[in-house]
């Protein structure tokens, strides 16, 4: 089946947000800001868990890739937004329409799968911690993580396919900051009755399943630190659970809403909004999260600047 050329030599227009082309320079700054901090941010935690011997832990190996995937997901959305802001030129090719959108969705389903597999790890770690460096080994880890990126790559190969071979022949006004799946689709000129139901069940396969796991995973976790005598003892084996805890509520929050909801109560306008938290904030906060409440992390920070003041020091001297 072969594209119409009016589809292929399509451009969008990415509507946005008001206030991007109202204050352009305001915008520009704002979030270019925001993503110098995610990237600066995670790859901090990227080269602590990498170069710290003390890290060098299934659990951190896991946090390195999640900082990995949270660089993924403001790269592939915010050069697009500071490049239309900084040209007032809101329009993108079809082909980088599609490729955003397939890049975005196959992020995003990494990171599901990634969160669930962390659940796992700390399940282990507290449930059968005599047992963790043997089920938890480093090619075992580097497996499971490959799985979690091929996963997400495979799973939205097939809607992205079937969505670039829609008919785009009324508007081409995308009304979000980037091209979504659910705005996309809507500008199509076809019945899209049919995808629609096949990317909501494919939605609550991945998420609600992805969440199954970490759900199980903690409830397994709460039995046995409830068995735990002391009170210090509690706090402390939950104390490692509290930065995973707080990256699965920041993302699941926001993406249950998003898509495990009928599109009859879909709204466009509050979609936009709220794929801000997820796609920009959320990564960009995750960083803080697994440094500031994770006394380890801390620790290996301390360390690195200490180690930079040292050679700074000596260097001047």
């Given at each position: 089946?072969?594209?119409?050329?009016?589809?292929?030599?399509?451009?969008?227009?990415?509507?946005?947000?008001?206030?991007?082309?109202?204050?352009p320079?305001?915008?520009?700054?704002?979030?270019?800001?925001?993503?110098?901090?995610n990237?600066?941010?995670?790859?901090?935690?990227?080269?602590?868990?990498?170069?710290?011997?003390?890290?060098?832990?299934?659990?951190?190996?896991?946090?390195c890739?999640?900082?990995?995937?949270?660089?993924?997901?403001?790269?592939v959305?915010?050069?697009?937004?500071?490049?239309?802001?900084?040209?007032?030129?809101?329009?993108?090719?079809?082909?980088?329409?599609?490729?955003?959108m397939?890049?975005?969705?196959?992020?995003?389903?990494?990171?599901?799968?990634?969160?669930a597999?962390?659940?796992?790890?700390?399940?282990?770690?507290i449930?059968?911690?005599?047992?963790?460096?043997?089920?938890?080994?480093?090619?075992?880890?580097?497996?499971?993580?490959?799985?979690?990126?091929l996963?997400?790559?495979?799973?939205?190969?097939l809607?992205?396919?079937?969505?670039?071979?829609?008919?785009?022949?009324?508007?081409y006004?995308?009304?979000?900051?980037?091209?979504?799946?659910?705005?996309?689709?809507?500008?199509?000129?076809?019945?899209?009755?049919?995808?629609?139901?096949?990317?909501?069940?494919?939605?609550?396969?991945?998420?609600?399943?992805?969440?199954?796991?970490?759900?199980?995973?903690?409830?397994?976790?709460?039995?046995?630190?409830?068995?735990?005598?002391s009170?210090?003892?509690?706090?402390?084996?939950?104390?490692?659970?509290?930065?995973?805890?707080?990256?699965?509520?920041?993302?699941?929050?926001?993406?249950?809403?998003?898509?495990?909801?009928?599109?009859?109560?879909?709204?466009?306008?509050?979609?936009?909004?709220?794929?801000?938290?997820?796609?920009?904030?959320?990564?960009?906060?995750?960083?803080?999260?697994?440094?500031?409440?994770?006394?380890?992390?801390?620790?290996?920070?301390?360390?690195?600047?200490?180690?930079?003041?040292?050679?700074?020091?000596?260097i001047?001297?």
């Amino acid at each position: 089946m072969q594209l119409p050329n009016k589809t292929i030599n399509a451009e969008f227009q990415i509507l946005g947000f008001s206030i991007f082309m109202s204050m352009p320079i305001v915008s520009f700054f704002v979030l270019l800001t925001i993503y110098i901090f995610n990237l600066l941010g995670n790859l901090l935690i990227i080269i602590i868990t990498r170069i710290s011997s003390h890290l060098n832990k299934p659990m951190y190996f896991f946090i390195c890739n999640l900082s990995i995937v949270d660089i993924g997901f403001t790269s592939v959305t915010l050069p697009k937004m500071l490049a239309i802001i900084a040209s007032q030129k809101n329009t993108i090719s079809f082909v980088g329409c599609i490729t955003q959108m397939y890049f975005f969705l196959a992020i995003g389903v990494t990171e599901s799968f990634l969160l669930a597999l962390m659940s796992y790890d700390r399940y282990i770690a507290i449930c059968r911690p005599l047992r963790y460096f043997v089920i938890m080994k480093t090619d075992d880890c580097t497996c499971m993580v490959l799985g979690c990126w091929l996963c997400g790559l495979l799973s939205v190969l097939l809607p992205v396919i079937i969505i670039s071979r829609l008919p785009f022949c009324n508007s081409y006004t995308i009304n979000h900051f980037f091209c979504d799946i659910s705005p996309v689709i809507q500008l199509s000129c076809s019945d899209i009755h049919n995808l629609e139901m096949f990317i909501f069940f494919t939605a609550i396969v991945v998420i609600l399943g992805t969440f199954s796991i970490i759900v199980l995973s903690y409830m397994l976790i709460l039995q046995n630190i409830l068995h735990i005598p002391s009170s210090t003892g509690k706090s402390k084996t939950f104390s490692t659970c509290a930065s995973h805890l707080t990256a699965v509520m920041l993302y699941y929050g926001t993406i249950i809403f998003m898509y495990i909801r009928p599109k009859s109560k879909s709204n466009l306008d509050l979609d936009k909004q709220t794929s801000v938290f997820y796609s920009i904030i959320t990564p960009t906060l995750n960083p803080m999260v697994y440094s500031l409440r994770n006394r380890e992390m801390k620790y290996a920070l301390i360390k690195l600047f200490r180690r930079q003041q040292y050679f700074s020091c000596n260097i001047k001297f």
